[in-house]
């Protein structure tokens, strides 16, 4: 009964859209067919096949799998490198240091794109202090060769924070027994964290890759804010496409792109998680 409020707004807002869009995925249904939803037509697989041989899908989907491959390890770095000097190198001020890192986690994207875009724009404050070391930036947002890195390198910088919170409380879970005998041993400060810390850290590690990859995968609101999926489709993402398509009301097209979206983050993590498994 307690839970009851909570089964049913969940129902009427996640679970009937949801089971109402994989519907639609399979029929003809578009926004004049709101007033009248049963009388689409059934068309089977026909949007799937629509949308994985569409070219607009297609480059939105290369657009992510850059987006993925490149920001997962950059951000996952840094957050390991914070984590390392907040956990022995940093001492003094160590809690300002971590609200510090931790406050763009917990800022609207929307804000933090607003403030990026400014910061990248062809006078913006980026190229202001590249012009004091005679060098001459570019229209970092107006850029098909930048677009997609800028963008890479603002979700970096927010998400890092996350990952940095998770290594360190792996970090300070190691038993210090360990490093210290390591360091008897003889092994050096590089020796002691390729040897014993990182093979330790694995499985944290592995379950940030998951975290933030299902997050990747899903990347609209940086585009969306700071370049409008441009310049010329170079960062426009999958979820962009879907926003889109249902934008320009085809609701069938949408729910099955959608679908295909849910898909490719289940076996995403279905094998991050069966490699998280395996180093445990």
Known sequence: MFAAPFVVVFAVFMILPIVG???FSFTDMTARDIQTPFSVDFVGFRQYADVLTDPEFLNAARVTVLFVLVGIPVTVGLGLALALALNSGIRRFRPIYRLGFYAPVVTSVVAVSVIWRYILARDGLL?????????QG???????????????????WRNTGTLMVIFLASLQ?????????????????????????????RPTMLLGGVLISVGYLQFFEEAYVMTQGGPLDSTFSM????FDTFGFGD???????????FVVIAVVSAVQFRALRRTT
């Open 138 to 156: 570019p229209d970092w947002l107006n850029s098909t060769t930048w677009a997609l890195p800028s963008l890479i390198v603002m979700a970096a």
């Open 21 to 23: 869009s994989l519907g």
């Open 251 to 261: 609701l069938a097209k949408a729910s099955a792109a959608s679908y295909i979206m």
């Open 239 to 242: 979820t962009y496409y879907t």
């Open 173 to 201: 879970g190691i038993p210090a027994e360990i490093t210290e005998a390591a360091a008897m041993d003889g092994a050096g400060p590089w020796r002691r964290l390729r040897s014993v810390t990182l093979p330790l850290l």
């Open 127 to 135: 190229n202001m202090l590249l012009a004091v070391v005679g060098v």
